[in-house]
């Protein structure tokens, strides 16, 4: 199984929102609602901030939002802040009951 | 509260078998649903879903790395254990284990620290 492209870099002003998109394909993100996403500062281990493509968990910011379509998922952060600058990933359950990540995506907050 | 930690060696030489402990708290792998995971991140690169373990003793692996993962558990002492035999260099990475909620399709809640595993003669 392919990883899961991400875009290398994104990029925002305080206040604006971005969207950082992860594609994948009929075996993976088209096909199941089992998309996650996941922040990671650095020397830090990965936080959960997104499952099931629009779920969030508890304490976790309602800037942060996801939706699918198709083979693509994507991850959108509104009223960005400083503290989000962070690396994000992408991950889906495979039609072979595996898991596969995305590339990562660096996000800067100008 | 659920917690896990990772431990083993911080320097394993080529061609060695790598064992790495995983042991948790706040939850039991004897109960239905639950799974722990194993992602790595080589130094500066991204997150790799390795392997998979359910409460019932089922496993899932990651297809390039199949041949040589093995994830077991030890319920009575809330463990999970992961072997990657003929260590490479490019296996050099921080090794996390994971919480797989109950009946979780694909995310990993809880996290542990990590350990940097470095191979190399």
Sequence with gaps: QSALTQPASVSGSPGQSITISCTGTSSDVGVYNSVSWYQQHPGKAP????Y???NRPSG???RFSGSKSGNTASLTISGLQAEDEAHYYCSSYTSSNTRVFGGGTKLTVL | QITLKESGPTLVKPTQTLTLTCTFSGFSLSTNGEGVGWIRQPPGKALEWLALI??????RYSPSLKSRLTIT???SKNQVVLTLTNMDPGDTATYYCAHRPRNAYNHFDYWG???LVVVSS
Excluded: A, E, H, P
């Design chain 1, 47 to 50: 936080k959960l901030m997104i």
């Design chain 2, 54 to 59: 359910y409460w019932d003793d089922n496993k």
């Design chain 1, 52 to 54: 099931d493509v629009t």
């Design chain 2, 73 to 75: 558990k030890d319920t």
């Design chain 2, 113 to 115: 620290q990590g350990t």
């Design chain 1, 60 to 62: 976790v910011s309602n």
